[in-house]
C-alpha cells in the first residue's frame, strides 16, 4: 500500500497569505486527488491531479484560490491563495492505487491549516 | 454521483458485532460500494468493498441487498479502536475520486 507524507503537518497562517502544501507518495502513482475538511466536517474533493495534465476542479473551487502542481509520479502541491479565516481547514492528499476489483485510495495524515 | 444516505451516529459496547447501514438507491450497474473509516486525527482508511456479493476480509464484512440498493458493514466484535466515522461510497467500477457523505460516527464503549 502507499505511504504518503505531507508538509506541514501543520500551520497557522495570517490571512491574504499563501500556504503551499506538499504531498509525497513512496511509490508512482497516476491519480492524486486533493480534499479538504473542515472543522466537524467530512471531507470536500478539491481537485484530481494526473501527472502531464491540468488538475480537474469541483465545482466551487477554481484554480485561481487553489493552485496544483504535479511534477511528476510521486509528488504534488496544492497552494491556498489569498486566505481567509473561512479556509482553516485539514487538507488531504490521497493517490489511487490497483486495477480493477483491487483499486483501493490511500490518504495522507493531512495538513491542520488555521488561519488568523 | 449516486448518493449514499447513512445514520449520522450509532452507538456500540465493546466486543459485541456492529451493523452499520447504508442506502444507496440510485446505485448504477457500474458502482462499487466502498466503506472507508476515518479514525480520530488520521486520514480516512480503506475498510471493505463490493459489487454484487458479500465479502469479507480482516476488518469486517459487507452484505449488499440483492438489488444493490443498500448495504451493511458488519464489525464482527467492535473494539475501542473502531470508534471512528464510517463512510458509505459509490465509487465507479474503474476508480477515480471518492464522494464522501456525511458518514456515521460510531462509538464503542468499554
Known amino acids: 500500500s502507499a505511504v504518503i507524507s505531507q508538509k506541514p503537518s501543520r500551520d497557522i497562517c495570517q490571512r491574504g497569505t499563501s500556504l503551499t502544501i506538499q504531498c509525497q507518495v513512496d511509490?508512482?502513482?497516476?491519480?492524486m486527488f486533493w480534499y479538504r475538511q473542515q472543522p466537524g466536517q467530512s471531507l470536500t474533493l478539491i481537485a484530481t491531479?494526473?501527472?502531464?495534465?491540468?488538475?480537474?476542479?469541483e465545482s466551487g473551487f477554481v484554480i485561481d484560490k487553489f493552485p496544483i502542481s504535479r511534477p511528476n509520479l510521486t509528488f504534488s502541491t496544492l497552494t491556498v491563495s489569498n486566505m481567509s479565516p473561512e479556509d482553516s481547514s485539514i487538507y488531504l492528499c490521497?493517490?489511487?492505487?490497483?486495477?480493477?476489483?483491487?483499486?483501493?485510495?490511500?490518504f495522507g495524515p493531512g495538513t491542520r491549516l488555521t488561519v488568523l | 454521483d449516486a448518493k449514499t444516505t447513512q445514520p449520522n451516529s450509532m452507538e456500540s459496547n465493546e466486543e459485541e458485532p456492529v451493523h452499520l447501514p447504508c442506502n444507496h438507491s440510485?446505485?448504477?450497474?457500474?458502482?462499487?460500494i466502498h466503506w472507508y473509516r476515518q479514525l480520530p486525527s488520521q486520514g480516512p482508511e480503506y475498510v471493505i468493498h463490493?459489487?454484487?456479493s458479500n465479502v469479507n476480509n480482516r476488518m469486517a464484512s459487507l452484505a449488499i441487498a440483492e438489488d444493490r440498493k443498500s448495504s451493511t458493514l458488519i464489525l464482527h466484535r467492535a473494539t475501542l479502536r473502531d470508534a471512528a466515522v464510517y463512510y458509505c461510497?459509490?465509487?465507479?467500477?474503474?476508480?477515480?475520486?471518492?464522494?464522501f457523505g456525511q458518514g456515521t460516527e460510531l462509538s464503542v464503549k468499554p
Open positions: 440510485t446505485i448504477s450497474g457500474t458502482d462499487y
Open positions: 463490493g459489487l454484487t
Open positions: 461510497i459509490l465509487r465507479w467500477i474503474q476508480g477515480g475520486k471518492l464522494i
Open positions: 491531479a494526473n501527472q502531464g495534465s491540468e488538475a480537474t476542479y
Open positions: 511509490s508512482q502513482v497516476t491519480m
Open positions: 490521497s493517490v489511487e492505487e490497483g486495477q480493477g476489483d483491487g483499486i483501493e485510495q490511500f
